[in-house]
Nanobody
Framework: QVQLVESGGGLVQPGGSLRLSCTAS????????MGWYRQAPGEQREWIADISSGGRTGYAEAVKGRFTISRDNAKNTIYLQMSSLNAEDTGVYYC???????????????WGQGTQVTVSS
């Protein structure tokens, strides 16, 4: 059994900041890449940022320079520091992890349940 749990979402005013967290737990052998996606109302889920186990990061153009992804490997946790938020950043933010499980061959992708971020005055 594996769980990914996101936290830190909420309501924020335009120009404000939020920090999201995502922790993977359960029967985990190792965690490879982890990332953040978001889904705005009526839109498809889109990739926001990711980070490898070695700390290499990637960002979508829409968030580059405003969002920072980081990782604590000891805690199987990633963070997304979001600043200069605007209405277009509103949506449900999901965490994704590529990980290896005890007793399961290969690497699988797992998703969290999502956390709502609303940017509004």
């Amino acid at each position: 059994q594996v769980q990914l749990v996101e936290s830190g979402g909420g309501l924020v005013q335009p120009g404000g900041s939020l920090r999201l967290s995502c922790t993977a737990s359960g029967s985990i052998l190792g965690v490879d890449g982890m990332g953040w996606y978001r889904q705005a109302p009526g839109e498809q889920r889109e990739w926001i940022a990711d980070i490898s186990s070695g700390g290499r990061t990637g960002y979508a153009e829409a968030v580059k320079g405003r969002f920072t992804i980081s990782r604590d490997n000891a805690k199987n946790t990633i963070y997304l520091q979001m600043s200069s938020l605007n209405a277009e950043d509103t949506g449900v933010y999901y965490c994704d992890a590529a990980l290896r499980r005890l007793g399961v061959p290969g690497t699988g992708h797992y998703w969290g349940q999502g956390t709502q971020v609303t940017v509004s005055s």
